[in-house]
């Protein structure tokens, strides 16, 4: 990884949260230990009880705040180098959100995110920005993420432009036209519009883009779901591929079960904010043992006209609460059917349940229901 | 809307026997005029529907699936949509070929139409009760007091909760869900014959969208309506579907009972479709894709439109358009339903 230069003006952004004043030597030794790399199988990012809270206000001039949007609401997690973690869950259940903030395109209510030990959410400045080097983005609709008025080129080349360290400025056209020939476009297209591509491409293109820096982890917000069918498929073996030649690890989030299963090694279950539910893809799928997951997964419709009679399906009844007023205790209880006067109470905690503390079986894995309880939906007959 | 003119044969009303089809769609064609061409985005679809049963129209956008059902409901923009040929009979009677105001008696009281977009397909400024309502003022001519009574009897149909309470409410102030379920209850509000659902689920969420997909089945089978089910989405078409007909670049690749398709697909298109849905053994393995892109309208490919992805194509595939062939079992009997347009089907269903 290219070093950054001395001389580079540090940015002037005020810091807004109340963060000790950073000085030039704790700034450096930041950078530095960003350039380490993490052995595979080690946490290179770690989400501690991170919050997001977005404030309501009322009046005009003098803003009263009256409430929050809990949106992502204590949520915790490990990504490990070179794997990858799914997230599944509702719209507005906090997925998004959470995607922003590991970008630090948000600024987090409370908690921590380390990378590479470092708490992302109080760097700013030279140090922010070799995070942002080696976190990257791909964006859900590429129909919108992409400037009409530049060309594939410029899309690609502007992160040069923005990390200059990263690329010699001779260089970077051929180093486009590289990226181009990974992703699996003619590089004869540099000069082209996004408009002349379809969306597979565009989607191709803005892979392209996260993979400009040779970043670490990409974190992948419903980056299929605005594709045709027969398309899905070609991109996501792109992200397999990319994933092995570049050893990166993927925050893949999505609301199509199924896919997420295919290329996630670990998943995780939001609901209203919080994690309900996080463990492999073998555990969650055929042992899972939160409720909602249940219903998600039962919810879901499997391509077999022959398990449609005798498939157990859980239909929720209700809609999914408003982050703004969330339930007390647990926040599914409103639709679950096992709820009692605990789950009112009492918020379940995200751990593995007493119950299968000693055993070693799959049903052991973090779940933050009081009665989680093993049931397998999905090969239910 | 253009009045074709009535001195055309109009095949006589059918006898309408318990067997006859409720909607019969004929070699319909629906081309598109434009600065840059003429776009033919329905070529020759075939298709029918009975009471009481469910027809999945599969496909990617842009194959024509949306087009040839704007078509049925008679709601394309003419110009620039044109229709040069084809036939859709409703109970026999060949709708493009009947007077605008006959047509429109028919739209939304026998044939209606459920959108993908809620959000957008409700009017933002009118509460829902008097959207409901509309149906009946304008259809049956009742009072405004008495439409909001029907108004209000028809969301407890559809289970919304505390209807009473919610008739004057405005769209936006209903979630997603709840949205989509007006709309089922605007399209149910005069019992028709046929429901034509556009992608209804595919805004949802899948917990909503399988509460949805059950509102719709239990409704279809009480009111034993003819439903035409148009979507992308291969499991949602595995759980409610009787048969289904694949549309590729305008026209109807292949058509099959619902059992048959999963287990036997007759086309390339279909069985790459049905190949590259991720399965549990596939893990880690790389996903089956149909490489390339969906044809461009403007210039569809000579031959088979499939051609260009397909895995099989040979040298008579560009050159000679495949008609829609009867699919048989390998020894000659008949498999009643099954059509494919393929030249090599027999090599794709049975190896």
């Given at each position: 990884?290219?070093e950054?230069?001395?001389?580079?003006?540090?940015?002037?952004?005020?810091?807004?949260?109340?963060?000790d004043?950073?000085?030039?030597?704790?700034?450096?030794?930041?950078v530095?230990a960003?350039?380490?790399?993490?052995d595979?199988?080690?946490?290179?990012?770690?989400?501690?009880?991170?919050?997001?809270?977005?404030?309501?206000?009322?009046?005009?001039?003098?803003?009263?705040?009256?409430?929050?949007v809990k949106?992502?609401?204590?949520?915790?997690?490990?990504?490990?180098?070179?794997?990858?973690?799914g997230?599944?869950?509702?719209?507005g259940?906090?997925?998004s959100?959470?995607?922003?903030?590991l970008?630090?395109?948000?600024?987090?209510?409370?908690?921590?995110?380390f990378?590479?030990?470092?708490?992302i959410?109080k760097?700013s400045?030279?140090?922010?920005?070799?995070v942002?080097?080696n976190?990257?983005?791909?964006f859900?609709?590429?129909?919108?993420?992409?400037n009409?008025?530049?060309?594939?080129?410029?899309?690609?080349?502007e992160?040069f432009?923005?990390?200059?360290?990263?690329a010699?400025?001779?260089?970077?056209?051929?180093?486009?036209?590289?990226?181009?020939?990974?992703?699996?476009?003619?590089?004869?297209?540099?000069n082209?519009?996004?408009?002349?591509?379809?969306?597979?491409?565009?989607q191709?293109?803005g892979i392209?883009?996260?993979?400009a820096?040779?970043p670490?982890?990409?974190?992948c917000?419903?980056?299929?779901?605005?594709?045709?069918?027969?398309?899905?498929a070609?991109?996501?073996?792109?992200?397999e591929?990319?994933?092995d030649?570049?050893?990166?690890?993927y925050?893949?989030?999505a609301h199509?079960l199924?896919?997420?299963?295919?290329?996630s090694?670990?998943?995780?279950v939001?609901y209203?904010?919080k994690?309900?539910?996080?463990?492999?893809?073998?555990?969650?799928?055929?042992?899972p043992?939160h409720?909602?997951?249940?219903?998600?997964?039962?919810?879901?419709p499997?391509?077999?006209?022959?398990?449609r009679?005798?498939?157990?399906?859980i239909i929720?009844t209700?809609?999914v609460?408003?982050p703004?007023?969330?339930p007390?205790?647990?926040?599914?209880?409103?639709?679950?059917?096992k709820?009692?006067?605990k789950?009112?109470?009492?918020?379940?905690?995200?751990a593995?349940?007493?119950r299968?503390?000693?055993?070693?079986?799959?049903?052991?894995?973090?779940?933050a229901?009081?009665?989680?309880?093993?049931?397998?939906?999905?090969h239910?007959? | 809307?253009?009045?074709?003119?009535?001195?055309?044969?109009?095949?006589?009303?059918?006898?309408?026997?318990?067997?006859?089809?409720?909607?019969?769609?004929?070699?319909?064609?629906?081309?598109f005029?434009?600065r840059?061409?003429?776009v033919?985005?329905?070529?020759?679809?075939?298709?029918?529907?009975?009471?009481?049963?469910?027809?999945?129209v599969?496909?990617e956008?842009?194959?024509?699936k949306?087009?040839?059902?704007?078509a049925?409901?008679?709601?394309?923009?003419?110009?620039?949509?044109?229709?040069?040929?084809?036939?859709?009979?409703?109970?026999?009677?060949?709708?493009?070929?009947?007077?605008a105001d006959?047509?429109?008696?028919?739209?939304?009281?026998?044939?209606?139409?459920?959108?993908?977009?809620?959000?957008?397909?409700?009017?933002?400024?009118l509460?829902?009760?008097?959207?409901?309502?509309?149906?009946?003022?304008?259809?049956?001519?009742?009072?405004?007091?008495?439409?909001?009574?029907?108004?209000?009897e028809?969301?407890?149909r559809?289970?919304?909760?505390a209807a009473a309470?919610?008739?004057?409410?405005?769209?936006?102030?209903f979630?997603?869900?709840m949205?989509?379920?007006?709309m089922?209850?605007?399209?149910?509000?005069?019992e028709?014959d046929?429901i034509?659902?556009d992608?209804?689920?595919?805004?949802?969420?899948?917990?909503?969208?399988?509460?949805?997909m059950?509102?719709?089945?239990?409704?279809?089978?009480?009111?034993?309506?003819?439903l035409i089910?148009?979507?992308?989405?291969?499991?949602?078409?595995?759980d409610?579907?009787?048969k289904?007909?694949v549309?590729y670049?305008g026209?109807?690749?292949?058509?099959?009972?619902?059992h048959?398709?999963?287990?036997?697909?007759?086309?390339p298109?279909?069985?790459?479709?049905?190949?590259?849905?991720p399965?549990?053994?596939?893990?880690g393995?790389?996903?089956?894709a149909?490489q390339?892109?969906?044809?461009?309208?403007?210039?569809?490919p000579?031959g088979?439109?499939?051609?260009?992805?397909?895995?099989?194509?040979?040298?008579?595939?560009?050159?000679?358009?495949?008609?829609?062939?009867?699919?048989?079992?390998?020894?000659?009997?008949?498999l009643?339903?099954?059509?494919?347009?393929?030249?090599?089907w027999?090599?794709?269903?049975?190896?």
């Open positions: 990884m290219a950054i230069r001395k001389d580079e003006a540090v940015d002037a952004t005020p810091n807004v949260t109340e963060v004043v950073v000085d030039a030597a704790t700034e450096d030794a930041a530095v960003l350039d380490k790399r993490v595979r199988g080690e946490p290179i990012l770690q989400v501690r009880n991170l919050k997001k809270h977005f404030p309501l206000t009322q009046g005009v001039l003098f803003k009263r705040q009256i409430g929050a949106a992502v609401d204590g949520v915790s997690f490990d990504l490990y180098q070179g794997e990858t973690l997230i599944v869950g509702e719209s259940c906090g997925k959100t959470v995607a922003k903030l970008m630090n395109l948000e600024r987090a209510t409370a908690g921590e995110v990378y590479k030990g470092q708490d959410t760097l400045g030279r140090a922010l920005k070799a942002r080097r976190i990257q983005m791909v859900q609709d590429p129909y919108t993420s992409l009409p008025r530049m060309t594939v080129g410029d899309i690609i080349g992160t432009d923005i990390h200059p360290e990263s010699p400025k001779g260089d970077r056209r051929r180093r486009v036209q590289d990226l181009l020939d990974v992703v699996g476009l003619n590089p004869e297209y540099i082209r519009y996004p408009h002349q591509f379809s969306g597979g491409q565009r191709r293109i392209a883009r996260g993979l820096l040779n670490e982890v990409i974190i917000d419903e980056p299929v779901s605005a594709l045709d069918v027969s398309v899905q070609q991109v996501i073996n792109l992200m591929k990319l994933q030649e570049f050893d990166l690890s925050i893949f989030i199509d199924s896919i997420v299963r295919h290329i090694d670990r998943v995780g939001m209203l904010g994690i309900a539910e996080i463990g492999t893809d073998v555990q969650i799928y055929d042992h043992t409720p909602y997951t249940q219903a998600l997964l039962s919810a879901v499997v391509p077999d006209p022959d398990s009679d005798h498939r157990e399906r929720l209700g809609d609460p408003s703004a007023n969330p007390s205790g647990c926040s599914f209880r409103t639709r679950c059917w709820a009692q006067d789950c009112a109470q009492e918020a379940p905690l995200l593995i349940p007493e299968f503390k000693g055993a070693d079986g799959p049903a052991a894995h973090e779940s229901c009081h009665f989680a309880e093993e049931k397998d939906v999905v239910a007959a | 809307m253009t009045i074709i003119d009535q001195t055309a044969s109009v095949p006589g009303p059918s006898d309408g026997g318990a067997d006859a089809p409720l909607l019969e769609v004929r070699d319909l064609h629906v081309e005029h434009t840059d061409g003429v033919r985005a329905v070529n020759g679809v075939n298709y029918s529907v009975s009471a009481g049963e469910t027809l999945a599969l496909g956008s842009g194959s024509g949306s087009v040839t059902a704007q049925i409901m008679g709601i394309l923009d003419m110009p620039p949509a044109k229709i040069p040929q084809g036939e859709i009979l409703f109970r026999g009677q060949d709708m493009l070929r009947m007077a006959e047509r429109r008696k028919l739209r939304g009281a026998k044939i209606a139409m459920i959108f993908q977009d809620a959000l957008s397909s409700l009017n933002p400024v509460s829902v009760g008097y959207q409901l309502g509309e149906m009946f003022r304008v259809h049956q001519g009742l009072s405004k007091k008495e439409a909001k009574a029907r108004s209000i028809l969301m407890d559809v289970k919304i909760p309470a919610r008739v004057n409410d405005y769209p936006h102030q979630s997603g869900g949205r989509q379920r007006i089922i209850a605007m399209a149910l509000a005069l028709p046929l034509i659902a992608e209804p689920t595919t805004a949802l969420d899948v917990t909503v969208q399988a509460q949805v059950d509102l719709l089945a239990e409704l279809q089978r009480e009111y034993h309506m003819g089910l148009i979507t992308h989405d291969l499991g949602v078409v595995a409610v579907a009787d289904i007909a549309m670049a026209r109807i690749v292949e058509q099959a009972p619902v048959e398709l999963y287990k036997r697909p007759a086309h298109y279909t069985r790459g479709l049905l190949d590259s849905i399965r549990l053994d596939q893990k393995q790389e996903l089956y149909i390339g892109l969906p044809p461009n309208l403007l210039r569809t000579s088979c439109a499939f051609n260009p992805r397909c895995p099989k194509a040979q040298d008579i595939c560009r050159t000679d358009t495949p008609p829609l062939f009867e699919v048989t079992e390998p020894d000659g009997s008949a009643p339903g099954r059509r494919s347009a393929c030249h090599f027999k090599e794709t269903i049975h190896g």
